[in-house]
């Protein structure tokens, strides 16, 4: 049996290392990773068997797919020939990562292949503390901005946005360099007026992912995205609060004004 742990390394990988994922990294014979090589003397110091630099499979400038590609074959190739690897994923594996989605469908088809996700802290977790936020107070929903745009997926004014993938909007290559270069933020400006109007607010907010480097919160108006574009990298998601709109369901409140809802369990 082949195994692949995928693991959560969270988004400030030093503070957000959970138990489970050391004790992943620490079983597994070796270590790969594509895309952060400033922590490789953090991981050193972690006590791994082997660790291994992949970054030269991700191309800036190349295909989206033909990364994906690569590096699921690169990692596939080591655990086959190991028997037993560890990918590090930032974030949460299974939040906006389309290899996890590879991994898993060929564990699907292959009995020999074992794929394990090891959750790690996402950035909706660090999105929501950057911004003092809790996302189920004013609802929220969660939208990858090409999906948004290719399916024309409803947006609801009342409930806040969380825009991921908003430095690649209308491209299908990896430009985390120069990322504004190829990217049609425009249409997505577009789309959010259309719902929320020019002048309602966006913060677009990076989290923090390096020891020393302080969040950052940029805030403007939807009308003026397009020309904030220099400012959306590769790790920026945009916040779009919901339009506060009075108008409650009447009968609703009069039940839990009444109460009726929390005692309901001890009458039954
Ligand atoms: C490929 S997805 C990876 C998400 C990751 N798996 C997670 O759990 O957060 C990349 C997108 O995540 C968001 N993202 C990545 N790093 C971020 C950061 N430091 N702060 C805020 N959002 C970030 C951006 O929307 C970016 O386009």
Redesign the pocket.
Known sequence: MTKIRLV?IG?LPQRDLTAGGLAALRASKVVLYSSFPHLRPWLGSLGLSRIEDICDHYADGGKDVDNYTAIVGAVVGAARRNGDVAYL?????N???TATQRFLAMAATDDELDVEVVP?V???D??SMDLSLDLLERTCVIVDSNRLLLLRQQLDPRAGVLV?????VGTTTTDYREPWITNRIELLQRYLVDTFGEDHEYHA???Q?VPGVRPRVSRGTLGKLSEAVRSID????LYVPPIVKRGVDENFLRLLDSGVAATRGARE
């Open positions: 959560g988004m994923v930032p974030g949460h594996p939040l906006g990562v790690g996402s950035s909706i660090t999105i991921y993938h908003a430095s690649a907010v990076v989290s992912t590769y790790g920026t998601t």
